[in-house]
T-cell receptor, first 114, second 113 residues
């Protein structure tokens, strides 16, 4: 069990470019979550998957954001036409099926949009 | 709607002193409650969780928290602060039947030598 991993750890991009982040959850966890954390704030929920099904999306997740988990294992979060306001830490977490919803977090991907 | 309030965005204590970080929640049903710690440029690490069993919950690194339904509180304490406790602490709530967390805005703990 190597924990939740995220790639890349840091991404610098120019406004208007597309970016994609990857999250690999703990192998036996069937739930996967994405959160966004801006400076000085707590993480905000974006979306979550149970296996490959995306079951809930926050209204924070605009049309420019899309998340997938095609085989119920790793997940990707894509941001199209990035804006400076997208600059944040993007956190991924996973949890097992039968738990008290204890979520295990990855190290995050820090996005800077210039 | 659920919400979490953490009073005090910054708390300073002397090394060896009591640590008290406050968390109040609003929830229409008994929630699950969590405390996480975040070190700079890292993800969140679970300190402890309340899941409707014992109201006094012990966690890692000497931390504990008490669930008080009448006060809708879940304050985090540690009897004696250590320099390595300096970090940001987040309280989170999750209602049974939902899976997303609602986080507070965090409390940055500073430990003075």
């Amino acid at each position: 069990d190597t924990g939740v991993s995220q790639d890349p750890r840091h991404k610098i991009t120019k406004r208007g470019q597309n970016v994609t982040f990857r999250c690999d959850p703990i192998s036996e966890h069937n739930r996967l979550y994405w959160y966004r954390q801006t400076l000085g704030q707590g993480p905000e929920f974006l979306t979550y998957f149970q296996n490959e099904a995306q079951l809930e999306k926050s209204r924070l997740l605009s049309d420019r954001f899309s998340a997938e988990r095609p085989k119920g294992s790793f997940s990707t979060l894509e941001i199209q036409r990035t804006e400076q306001g997208d600059s944040a830490m993007y956190l991924c977490a996973s949890s097992p099926a039968f738990s008290y919803n204890e979520q295990f977090f990855g190290p995050g991907t820090r996005l800077t949009v210039l | 709607a659920q919400s979490v309030t953490q009073l005090g965005s910054h708390v300073s204590v002397s090394e060896g002193a009591l640590v008290l970080l406050r968390c109040n929640y609003s929830s229409s049903v008994p929630p699950y409650l969590f405390w996480y710690v975040q070190y700079p440029n890292q993800g969140l690490q679970l300190l402890l969780k309340y899941t409707s069993a014992a109201t006094l919950v012990k966690g890692i690194n000497g931390f504990e928290a008490e669930f008080k339904k009448s006060e809708t509180s879940f304050h985090l304490t540690k009897p004696s602060a250590h320099m390595s406790d300096a970090a940001e602490y987040f309280c989170a709530v999750s209602e049974a039947g939902t899976y997303k967390y609602i986080f507070g805005t965090g409390t940055r703990l500073k430990v003075l030598a």
